[in-house]
C-alpha cells in the first residue's frame, strides 16, 4: 500500500469521527507523527475528547495493520485486542511461536514498529465467547 492511499483511508476515517462543522482538509505523516489540517481548528480544538479518541483509534488500526504486516502468514493470527491503559496488545494466534519469532525478534519489530507491547497467546482449539469476552475484558 503506498503511503498517499495511506494517507487517504486515514482521512476518510477521520472525516467519519468528527463531528459536523467540522472539516480536515488534510492528512500528512511528519516523521514517526501524523498531522491534521483543518480550516477551523477551534471547532476542532473545542470536542474536548476529540483529538484523544482519533489517537487511540487510529493508533489502533495503524499497529493492526503493521502486525499483519510484519507476522508470517502461517502464524494464523485470529484475533488482536488493545488496552489503551497499559499500551500492550493481546496477539491471539494459532502458532504463537511463529508470532514471537527466533529469540523473539518479531515481537521486537512488533514493538519497534508500533509503539504497542505484544503479549502473544494461543488460540483456543475450540471456539469460546467466554474466552473472547475474558480477554476483552482484561
Known sequence: MQVEDRLKELKETINKKVPRGVEVTDVEFEGPEMVIYTDNPEKFAAEQDLIKTLARDLRKRIAYDMVKKVVPEGAGITDIFFDTDTGEMLIEAEKPGV????????????????????????????????IKQVRQYL
Not at 504497542?116 to 482449539?125: E, F, G, I, K, S
Open 99 to 130: 508470532v514471537i519469532g527466533k529469540n523473539g525478534a518479531t515481537l521486537r519489530d512488533i514493538t519497534m514498529k508500533t509503539g504497542w507491547t505484544p503479549r502473544v497467546v494461543r488460540t483456543p482449539p475450540i471456539p469460546s465467547m467466554t
